[in-house]
């Protein structure tokens, strides 16, 4: 079984962080239910009413080793699906490239969650091969821009945003804020305290 891990997020909220399991279904259809018009766009690039079953179905399907998904929920709280999740799917074409994707509900948003996302995805993803992350991003989501921007990532532009390469490589991180935040939860996810496990 692969690690859970409880801390706080924010330095105050008590949060668990997991790899997200079948059973998660009813969890995960709530939260993209909640989630707002403008955080839906920015996530699928597009406006809809309730999330697709089928990528519901391929997002809670067992790992084979081809995707990955985390999820942060708040501890001993039934009235919240989740503080957010992000999953990786690997390239068809190169393995050790995976397009990565993030959704924080909307009142959690800038509080380190992306952040802790990205760090159980990169260590993940390393231990399973991937050296690269590609997110596709729209051209208007400016919080998704300027932090991988602020985390090193190469950018091309495309007609309706941009595609971002981030190399999961820790000495390539840059001296920023954000670097620094994915850092120190690199670190704890590689030598959590005692009390770190549920
Ligand atoms: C993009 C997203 C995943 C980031 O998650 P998050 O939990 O807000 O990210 P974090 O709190 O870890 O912050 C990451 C960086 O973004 C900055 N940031 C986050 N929200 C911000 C906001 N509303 N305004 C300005 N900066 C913001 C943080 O300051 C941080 O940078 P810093 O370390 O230099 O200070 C989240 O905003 C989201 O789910 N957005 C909607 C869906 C989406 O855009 N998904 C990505 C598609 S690939």
Same mark, same amino acid.
């Given at each position: 079984m692969l690690p859970h891990y409880r801390l706080k997020l924010g330095d105050r909220l008590p949060v668990i962080l997991r790899p997200l399991l079948p059973d998660d279904r009813t969890r995960i259809i709530d939260a993209f239910k909640r989630l707002s018009p403008e955080s839906t766009y920015f996530r699928f690039w597009t406006r809809f009413h309730g999330v697709n079953p089928t990528f519901i179905d391929r997002l809670c399907a067992?790992?084979? +080793?081809q995707h990955v998904s985390w999820i942060i929920v708040i501890e001993n709280?039934?009235?919240?699906? +989740?503080?957010g999740g992000g999953s990786f799917w690997r390239s068809g074409e190169e393995a050790d490239l995976a397009e990565v994707s993030f959704t924080v509900a909307d009142e959690f948003q800038g509080q380190g969650a992306g952040t802790l996302l990205l760090a159980a995805l990169w260590e993940h993803a390393r231990a399973s091969g991937i050296l690269r992350f590609v997110a596709n991003i729209l051209e208007s989501n400016e919080v998704m821009l300027t932090w991988w921007t602020s985390l090193g990532a190469a950018s091309v532009q495309h007609p309706h945003g941009r595609e971002m390469t981030l190399v999961l490589d820790e000495a390539a991180l840059p001296d920023t804020s954000a670097a620094n935040r994915l850092q120190r939860w690199l670190a704890f996810l590689r030598s959590p305290p005692p009390d770190a496990q549920p």
């Open positions: 067992e790992d084979q +080793g709280n039934d009235e919240v699906p +989740g503080v």
